[in-house]
């Protein structure tokens, strides 16, 4: 007898759930209550200058400052880069929206280039042919964990006199050629959000090298304020953007768990590859400079061919019958009405005419492609699951487009 997809009523590959998300333990209730008991809830406090050490150390970088959320860590980053008003940053349009709204905020111009179609990752070859006398920036997005080329990227910042901003707000714990990522171009931004690898349910972390940088950071998240300045000495803009010590105490406690979570999610996603691979199902390509992946997300690419024309909307719904999370993912930024209306708000303001938008969102198929057609996004917390966990994932994608039928016209 033809098995029945939990979709029309059949019995599902699985109904027990994956891994909770977050994780804590008895570490995070101990460094709870060292801040409740301390009463330095805020500023005076010691944890948070002990987690931008600990993360700028692990990320392989000098200087780290912790603010509320990797949004805020993306707009302090481009301000310090000296972004403002008209200026155009140069950013993928497979990524999170506040890659977009971070420039916007500042009056800048969000530029799109496409993406590579086998890593859904900035192109530098796209990046290049969008740099104009008004490019500032280049924001390279790690996407899903996985760094982007920070090999080509730095070169092309170099030679075009552009400071390069990494975004890793999905890249703890991610390396290229060997290193961390977050202070291989000239900042990077993380975000310690629910959802990610290492959170305090909201948080962010800008990372430098670069000791002007770094103070420059510092001033713009504590009210434009000096290191060694009076109180109410404000020396530049800044708005407060300070992480609690509540979020710093959590993340600290959370760090120690890291490196083995990491392990596990590298393992179970190189199984996932090379299983899903054999059913026709495509993961993305890996740069072999890679040499570690932070896999905050799992992205695979499905073909209707595998299912006799069946949407990947229609696969999606029958894997998440079967007990399988998975999701399509992004948009394109552009396509976004915030960002569109933004820039076009951003043209007006800095008097120049609307009808430049055309050159600063052109339609980018590669990032088409993967939003509307491709993608399917598994995420992290699927990856702590055991080898089991993994076989179940394979087990629904067989079913699924064994059993899918096309829907009706
Ligand atoms: C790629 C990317 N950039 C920026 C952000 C913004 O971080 P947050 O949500 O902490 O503001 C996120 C996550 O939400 C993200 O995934």
């Given amino acids: 007898m033809a098995e029945r997809l939990a979709?029309?009523?059949?019995t599902p590959v699985r109904t027990e759930p994956f891994p909770r998300w977050p994780v804590w333990g008895e570490e995070e209730e101990k460094a709870l209550l060292e801040v409740l008991h301390s009463g330095q809830w805020g500023i005076g406090g010691e944890k948070t200058t002990q987690f931008e050490e600990a993360f700028a150390r692990f990320q392989n970088a000098r200087y780290g400052i912790s603010v509320t959320n990797g949004t805020a860590a993306l707009e302090i980053a481009l301000r310090a880069a000296g972004v403002g008003p008209g200026d155009e940053v140069i950013i993928p349009p497979y990524t999170f929206v506040a890659t977009a709204t971070a420039c916007l905020a500042l009056g800048a111009l969000p530029v799109f280039a496409d993406i590579d179609p086998e890593t859904y990752l900035l192109s530098p070859t796209a990046a290049e042919a969008r740099i104009t006398e008004r490019t500032k920036a280049i924001i390279a997005v790690h996407i899903g964990g996985c760094p982007a080329d920070m090999d080509a990227f730095p070169e092309l910042a170099r030679r075009h006199g552009l400071k390069l901003i990494e975004d890793a707000a999905q890249a703890h714990a991610a390396a290229w050629r060997g290193r961390r990522v977050g202070a291989i171009g000239d900042m990077g931004a993380f975000s310690f959000q629910s959802s990610k690898n290492l959170s305090a349910g909201e948080g962010g972390m800008i990372l430098t090298d670069d000791a002007v940088l770094a103070e420059r950071c510092w001033s713009i998240h504590n009210v434009g304020r000096v290191r060694e300045g009076a109180w109410y000495q404000h020396e530049t803009w800044g708005g407060n953007y300070r992480m609690t010590q509540w979020q710093a105490a959590i993340l600290l406690a959370q760090m120690t768990r890291l490196e083995e979570q990491s392990a596990r999610r590298e393992e179970n996603a190189q199984y996932l590859s090379q299983e899903l691979t054999k059913l026709g199902l495509r993961p993305l390509a890996r740069d072999p400079r890679?040499?570690?992946?932070?896999?905050?997300?799992?992205?695979?690419r499905y073909d209707p061919n595998l299912a006799r024309?069946?949407?990947?909307?229609?696969?999606?719904?029958?894997?998440n019958a079967e007990g399988i999370p998975c999701?399509?993912?992004y948009v394109p930024l552009y396509a976004t009405k915030a960002v569109r209306e933004g820039t076009l708000d951003n043209l007006?303001?800095?008097g120049r005419d609307a009808s430049e938008i055309e050159r600063l969102h052109p339609s980018c198929p590669a990032a088409e492609r993967a939003c509307y057609e491709e993608a399917v996004w598994l995420p992290q917390y699927v990856l702590l699951g055991t080898r089991a966990d993994m076989d179940s994932i394979v087990e629904a994608a067989a079913k699924v487009l064994r059993g899918l039928e096309p829907e009706a016209e």
């Fill in 7 to 10: 979709l029309h009523g059949g």
């Fill in 290 to 300: 890679v040499t570690q992946h932070a896999w905050h997300l799992f992205i695979f």
């Fill in 309 to 319: 024309g069946a949407s990947r909307e229609a696969f999606i719904k029958a894997m």
């Fill in 327 to 329: 999701s399509p993912g």
């Fill in 348 to 350: 007006h303001w800095v």
